[in-house]
């Protein structure tokens, strides 16, 4: 196992992102774990450290940076804009490599100029391994939420579909097997005779009458979880969607604009070409991400080998617009140097009274160590 | 050299566990007081019988502290991490069959696969400000098959060390994963398996050590009990 060492350039990087008009924060080793299974799921059990405190409350070592950054600003109830700096350890089990290592990272929170923050957050990304590995050779790999989003709109598909493909995104073999199951039938199952005369009527209010009763026969509280609403609601839905079929022509315009790969220069005129060849409106999206594209420009990293890929993303559900990760193209099976991205719902659902809109960056210092070895 | 073989410590398992070894011709002397967790074998002092409870031979099997073991593939499954690295499933014993299944309330009659709960799990959080909570003693399983197979992040594990079943109409959690034989607790209980609901089909199995210290002398073992399984 390798020890938890500072990497050399450690004092230097700290030095570098905390100029870039951030504020340095401790951040405490031991956590409370719920937080962090509550954002990214009860995957992230197996490969987090776990601990109870004598009361059973579960703590654990520290993950991550980015949730607990965003709750200590929410907790301090400081002003936005606010930008973070962060370097420290951070505790996971990894099947490969140590179980400790570093990370660095920028949170940017508040800033409502969201096109200049996103190439502000690249940015200062690549300048933080342009440091340590100045030659290197780099690629960074974007990706865009909104605009799968407004691509699932402008197909005219029922929302129920729009959002579960919306949640498939950047995993393309579940957004495949999902296209398969919207191509054929779905039915309610044997839905007792009953209901099945309400849901044909589209009787919303009889039919939750109905669960409603059939809760209290069971036990089970109808205010506790789902509602019988929620649930007569949602059979109709079901029902109504049960005859849609997605049309062949829209599930190749979708393939058409996953297959989208090009330099990010360029993007902004390809899903323009693209959007009209197909008819769509991808409104504010699209203006936004034209908008971002300037704004990398005017970052000064418009030389940088920066790539737009359409299917990109990450499956969480705080994600909302920009994604993206940079790797090293001589040592690829390392994975991202760097992973950032805008997380515009993550501090609602931390418990934040006001919207606030955030964009951050975490580089992963073991690695990035690795290339700069390999550069020089 | 001896080999250890592990047995479940009590109940219907260990008297069937040991009607196996007996077709195989080894009968296993039962210590005088019931208290002691050591046994031997009539006429074979190379194999040594520990009776150890279900879920603690998953994980000395694990550790490699016994070399073969008869416990259920659920506890092997749930137990162990990369199980299929570290043991063997040397026979399927045909006894102590549960199916480890997704149940949830049957009310919920717009749920009916796990393309469903994907839905509202993805929406509860927005709907009820917390997240889709599972009840079970599961949590690797659960995990696997929610995560890795279908795709479901969002939710949160409620660990349940017994009477799982009642935690929907107690309000500590909404749906179950849990083992089930004949469904007649899930039904009065009023709930449901989803379509797609079932993880894993187990049952009682001959599962050896990979770390095991005497290969050629466990495989033979493991062979001779195969035999008597395959005559019956």
Same mark, same amino acid.
């Given at each position: 196992?390798?020890?938890?060492?500072?990497?050399?350039?450690?004092?230097?990087? *700290?030095?570098?992102?905390?100029?870039?008009?951030?504020?340095?924060?401790?951040?405490?080793?031991?956590?409370?774990?719920?937080?962090?299974?509550?954002?990214?799921?009860?995957?992230?059990?197996?490969?987090?450290?776990?601990?109870?405190?004598?009361?059973?409350?579960?703590?654990? #070592?520290?993950?991550?940076?980015?949730?607990?950054?965003?709750?200590?600003?929410?907790?301090?109830?400081?002003?936005?804009?606010?930008? $973070?700096?962060?370097?420290?350890?951070?505790?996971?089990?990894?099947?490969?490599?140590?179980?400790?290592? =570093?990370?660095?990272?920028?949170?940017?929170?508040?800033?409502?100029?969201?096109?200049? *923050?996103?190439?502000?957050?690249?940015?200062?990304?690549?300048?933080?391994?342009?440091?340590?590995?100045?030659?290197?050779? #780099?690629?960074?790999?974007?990706?865009?939420?909104?605009?799968?989003?407004?691509?699932?709109?402008?197909?005219?598909? %029922?929302?129920?579909?729009?959002?579960?493909?919306?949640?498939?995104?950047?995993?393309?073999?579940?957004?495949?097997?999902?296209?398969?199951?919207?191509?054929? !039938?779905? !039915?309610?199952?044997?839905?007792?005779?009953?209901?099945?005369?309400?849901?044909?009527?589209?009787?919303?209010? /009889?039919?939750?009458?109905?669960?409603?009763?059939?809760?209290?026969?069971? /036990?089970?509280? %109808?205010?506790?979880?789902?509602? %019988?609403?929620?649930?007569?609601?949602?059979?109709?839905?079901?029902?109504?969607? *049960?005859?849609?079929?997605?049309?062949?022509?829209? &599930?190749?315009?979708?393939?058409?604009?996953?297959?989208?790969?090009?330099?990010?220069?360029?993007?902004?005129?390809?899903?323009?070409? &693209?959007?009209?060849?197909?008819? =769509?409106?991808?409104?504010?999206?699209?203006?936004?991400?034209?908008?971002?594209?300037?704004?990398?420009?005017?970052?000064?990293?418009?030389?940088?080998?920066?790539?737009?890929?359409?299917?990109?993303?990450?499956?969480?559900?705080?994600?909302?617009?920009?994604? $993206?990760?940079?790797?090293?193209?001589?040592?690829?099976?390392?994975?991202?140097?760097?992973? /950032?991205?805008?997380?515009?719902? #993550?501090?609602?659902?931390?418990?934040?009274?006001?919207?606030?809109?955030?964009?951050?960056?975490?580089?992963?210092?073991?690695? +990035?160590?690795?290339?700069?070895?390999?550069?020089? | 050299?001896?080999?250890?073989?592990?047995?479940?410590?009590?109940?219907? #398992?260990?008297?069937?566990? +040991?009607?196996?070894?007996?077709?195989?011709?080894?009968?296993?002397?039962?210590?005088?007081?019931?208290?002691?967790?050591?046994?031997?074998?009539?006429?074979?002092?190379?194999?040594?019988?520990?009776?150890?409870?279900?879920? @603690?031979?998953?994980?000395?099997?694990?550790?490699?502290?016994?070399?073969?073991?008869?416990?259920?593939?659920?506890?092997?499954?749930?137990? +162990?991490?990369?199980?299929?690295?570290?043991?063997?499933?040397?026979?399927?014993? /045909?006894?102590?069959?549960?199916?480890?299944?997704?149940?949830?309330?049957?009310?919920?009659?717009?749920?009916?696969?796990?393309?469903?709960?994907?839905?509202?799990?993805?929406?509860?959080?927005?709907?009820?400000?917390?997240?889709?909570?599972?009840?079970?003693?599961?949590?690797?399983?659960?995990?696997? =098959? =929610?995560?890795?197979?279908?795709?479901?992040?969002?939710?949160?594990?409620? @660990?349940?060390?017994?009477?799982?079943?009642?935690?929907?109409?107690?309000?500590?959690?909404?749906?179950?994963?849990?083992?089930?034989?004949?469904?007649?607790?899930?039904? *009065?209980?009023?709930?449901?398996?989803?379509?797609?609901?079932?993880?894993?089909?187990?049952?009682?199995?001959?599962?050896?050590?990979?770390?095991?210290?005497?290969?050629?002398?466990?495989?033979?073992?493991?062979?001779?009990?195969?035999?008597?399984?395959?005559?019956?």
């Amino acid at each position: 196992m390798t020890g938890s060492r500072a990497p050399v350039f450690a004092s230097d990087l *700290a030095a570098l992102i905390s100029a870039r008009d951030a504020e340095l924060v401790d951040i405490p080793v031991i956590q409370p774990a719920d937080q962090f299974l509550d954002m990214a799921g009860e995957d992230l059990r197996r490969r987090i450290f776990l601990t109870e405190n004598e009361n059973g409350q579960s703590l654990c #070592l520290r993950p991550e940076f980015t949730i607990p950054v965003c709750r200590n600003h929410i907790e301090l109830n400081a002003a936005t804009p606010k930008r $973070y700096a962060y370097l420290g350890e951070v505790f996971r089990q990894r099947r490969e490599g140590g179980n400790e290592f =570093f990370q660095a990272g920028i949170e940017d929170l508040g800033d409502a100029n969201r096109a200049r *923050a996103d190439a502000r957050s690249v940015a200062d990304a690549i300048a933080s391994i342009r440091l340590v590995a100045p030659n290197a050779e #780099l690629e960074t790999l974007l990706g865009d939420q909104a605009i799968f989003e407004a691509v699932l709109a402008a197909l005219g598909l %029922p929302r129920g579909w729009q959002k579960k493909l919306a949640r498939a995104f950047g995993n393309p073999g579940q957004l495949k097997s999902l296209l398969a199951d919207l191509s054929s !039938n779905q !039915n309610n199952g044997s839905l007792p005779e009953r209901l099945a005369v309400l849901v044909a009527k589209g009787d919303e209010a /009889g039919l939750a009458a109905e669960l409603e009763q059939d809760m209290q026969a069971a /036990g089970i509280s %109808p205010g506790a979880g789902r509602s %019988p609403h929620e649930i007569a609601r949602r059979l109709i839905e079901k029902a109504n969607l *049960a005859s849609v079929k997605l049309p062949a022509q829209a &599930f190749a315009a979708l393939e058409t604009f996953l297959a989208i790969r090009v330099p990010v220069q360029t993007a902004a005129t390809h899903l323009r070409t &693209f959007a009209r060849a197909n008819e =769509f409106d991808l409104g504010p999206a699209l203006d936004q991400f034209e908008a971002r594209v300037v704004a990398i420009r005017e970052a000064g990293i418009g030389q940088e080998n920066i790539v737009y890929d359409a299917a990109f993303g990450r499956p969480l559900d705080y994600y909302t617009g920009l994604v $993206y990760e940079t790797r090293a193209l001589n040592n690829l099976d390392l994975g991202a140097i760097v992973g /950032g991205g805008r997380y515009d719902r #993550l501090l609602t659902m931390l418990g934040a009274v006001d919207s606030i809109p955030g964009v951050g960056f975490s580089i992963w210092l073991d690695r +990035l160590e690795k290339i700069a070895g390999g550069a020089q | 050299m001896t080999i250890t073989l592990a047995l479940p410590s009590k109940g219907r #398992l260990k008297e069937q566990a +040991l009607e196996v070894l007996q077709k195989a011709g080894l009968t296993v002397i039962l210590p005088k007081d019931q208290r002691n967790y050591r046994a031997q074998v009539d006429g074979d002092s190379k194999i040594d019988i520990l009776f150890l409870s279900a879920s @603690e031979i998953a994980r000395e099997l694990g550790y490699g502290s016994v070399d073969l073991g008869v416990t259920g593939e659920d506890l092997i499954r749930e137990t +162990l991490s990369a199980a299929d690295e570290r043991v063997q499933i040397e026979a399927r014993l /045909g006894f102590g069959h549960a199916d480890v299944v997704v149940a949830v309330p049957e009310v919920w009659h717009d749920v009916s696969t796990m393309a469903d709960l994907d839905d509202v799990a993805a929406e509860f959080r927005q709907r009820h400000g917390r997240r889709l909570r599972i009840a079970t003693k599961y949590w690797r399983l659960t995990q696997q =098959f =929610f995560s890795t197979m279908h795709g479901i992040q969002v939710y949160r594990i409620v @660990e349940s060390l017994g009477a799982t079943e009642g935690a929907p109409a107690s309000g500590s959690a909404d749906i179950i994963v849990d083992i089930t034989s004949t469904g007649s607790t899930l039904q *009065a209980n009023h709930l449901k398996v989803l379509e797609d609901g079932v993880i894993l089909k187990s049952e009682a199995c001959l599962i050896s050590s990979r770390k095991n210290a005497d290969p050629a002398a466990v495989a033979a073992l493991a062979q001779r009990i195969k035999d008597a399984l395959g005559s019956r």
